[in-house]
């Protein structure tokens, strides 16, 4: 008989206390691919250190209690789904998104979330039918902040649930090449990005993109107009950066450190990176950068999805 994926054991009969015992389906787990690239290509959890291994497998057993009491609370069912998906069970995650979206078929957030996590395993319909589908929903009702799951240094929260899901629905359509429906997503996260530099500099940047993909470099431009070196950042500092790169305050190879540079870093900047020289006709030096972006193991980050996105484009050329 079939062995079963350890997504049937996580969670059959909507329970997943216990689990921890099936060594067996946890091994499985990990030879399973977690999701494929655009090039279909495995791609695994990523190797986290035992310490931030322990930190994390910490917060989702608080999460898993938390849901225990009440398993019905959309809520303890969302905190459940983002903390399987720090530690890169995003399969895991999208299951749990899937059954609160069954028992609340109206919860915005629930489709937010699931959203993002379909972005991360490269299924863009998807996550465009999910993130389209918590805008209609969440139409009307006024803004909030999103509390982090993973705090910066600051524990002050930067975005909010319009922003969010704006923001990733537009990531979505700009994944798949359709930059029209990308600017509308992203004039209208606009709406709601300017409460503080992070967001502002997060929803400028692919705004940025996207009006110079669609050949609006005026426009493009006009988006950098309030983007300074001074600006009060907390988390967005790679955006940040990106943006001051692409205003002519920052050269793009100081971008690429690779001495100080994370896999998360050169994911994250390497795009940005690679789009500079792209907009200004240095195409193969663009494929480079995108190329040496893939080669990280940082695949579930945007940079690395879109790198990778481009790469395809460029194939087809």
């Not at 139409?139 to 704006?166: C, F, K, L, M």
């Not at 893939?294 to 460029?314: D, N, R, T, V």
Request: one cysteine or more.
């Amino acid at each position: 008989m079939k062995s079963l994926p350890f997504s049937a054991f996580l969670f059959f009969g909507f329970a997943i206390s216990g689990f921890g015992n099936h060594a067996t389906a946890q091994n499985q787990a990990l030879q399973t691919p977690e999701a494929y690239s655009l090039f279909k290509e495995p791609l695994h959890r990523f190797a986290l250190a035992p310490a931030e291994k322990a930190k994390l497998d910490s917060n989702l057993a608080i999460a898993q209690a938390e849901y225990d009491k009440n398993p019905t609370d959309p809520e303890r069912i969302i905190w459940l789904g983002r903390r399987l998906a720090y530690l890169w069970r995003y399969r895991d995650a999208i299951e749990v998104y899937s059954k609160g979206i069954a028992l609340h078929p109206n919860y915005a957030k629930l489709y937010r979330h699931r959203g993002h996590r379909y972005i991360t395993v490269r299924e863009f319909d998807k996550a465009i039918a999910d993130l389209e589908k918590a805008a209609k929903l969440i139409r009307g009702v006024p803004d909030e902040i999103e509390p982090d799951g993973a705090p910066n240094q600051y524990n002050i929260p930067t975005s909010t649930s319009h922003s969010n899901i704006w923001y990733h629905l537009g990531l979505a359509y700009y994944l798949k090449g359709d930059f029209k429906n990308a600017l509308r997503c992203y004039q209208e996260c606009m709406k709601f990005s300017k409460i503080n530099d992070d967001m502002l500099c997060a929803t400028s940047d692919w705004l940025y993109m996207t009006y110079r993909r669609l050949g609006r470099v005026d426009e493009a431009k006009k988006v950098l107009e309030p983007i300074h070196e001074n600006m009060k950042i907390l988390e967005n500092f790679s955006y940040h950066k990106r943006l001051l790169m692409y205003k002519g305050v920052i050269a793009p190879d100081s971008l690429l450190d690779a001495k100080n540079a994370t896999d998360l870093d050169i994911a994250t900047q390497g795009y940005g990176v690679g789009n500079w020289y792209f907009y200004n006709g240095q195409v193969d030096k663009a494929k480079e950068i995108f190329e040496r972006v893939i080669k990280g193991k940082y695949w579930a980050a945007f940079g690395y999805i879109a790198s990778e996105a481009e790469l395809k484009k460029m194939k087809k050329r």
